[in-house]
């Protein structure tokens, strides 16, 4: 009899546990469906004149904060730089970063406002990553954002002076930016200043 009832409990045990799985399945279907849903009705609005979702903007700064840090464990920094790499890291940032990133006492281009994720000013967002990310981020770029990887078209040597010197921006007075790299001015020009007329600022003239 004792036996009998154990075996009966097993049963509705293993009755249970079979459901939960059944459960967790019809879930995981559900959310599939809901996924293809989204992807192929054109629901979801890619605007870049909208901001992104909360949830959307939590997970792509996780898995980019998290990716970046597991990816770049391992890579060893140069021990120190030269103020002539630093003036080279300087004069690569004016002009394939600034536009972008901003710098001390310098906006970012006018339509890299348009950019989501809109691209941080890296004279404070520069603090919060180590050199060997920065290093990381610079080579690799990161997919889905808008930041370009320069891995393919400058070598290790030219992206680390990039790095020492992005990691020097948030230290840096708007003067200190100004004269750095020799004092040449990227793509852009500080408010206030009027750009010299060589046709190579941003794309839209200013309004009058
Ligand atoms: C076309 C615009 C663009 C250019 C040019 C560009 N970036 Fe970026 N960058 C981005 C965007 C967009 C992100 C991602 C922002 C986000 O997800 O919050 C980013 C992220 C970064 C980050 C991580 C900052 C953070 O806290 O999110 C670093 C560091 C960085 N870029 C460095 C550079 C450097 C150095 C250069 C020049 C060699 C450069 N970028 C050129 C658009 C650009």
Known sequence: MAERRDMNAGGRRKGLGLGIAAGAVG???????????????????????????????WAFDTT??????????????????????????????????????????VERAEWANGMRPRPPHLAEAAAGWSPQEVFWIVKHGVKMSGMPAFGPSRDDQAIWNI??????????????????????????????????????????PAPQ
């Open 27 to 57: 879930i995981l279907a559900l959310l599939g469906i809901t996924g293809l849903v989204v992807v192929y009705s054109g629901a979801y609005n890619v605007a870049a004149t909208e901001e992104h979702a909360s949830f959307t903007r």
């Open 64 to 105: 980019f904060h998290n990716s970046v840090e597991r990816q770049a464990d391992g890579i060893v920094a140069p021990a120190s730089f030269t103020p002539d790499r630093l003036a080279q890291g300087a004069t690569a940032y004016k002009a394939m970063c600034q536009q972008c990133h901003s710098g001390p006492g």
């Open 163 to 204: 790095a020492a010197f992005v990691k020097e921006l948030p230290a840096m007075t708007p003067e200190e930016y100004a004269a750095a790299g020799g004092g040449q001015q990227g793509g852009n020009t500080p408010p206030g200043v009027s750009p010299p007329s060589n046709g190579a600022q941003s794309p839209t």
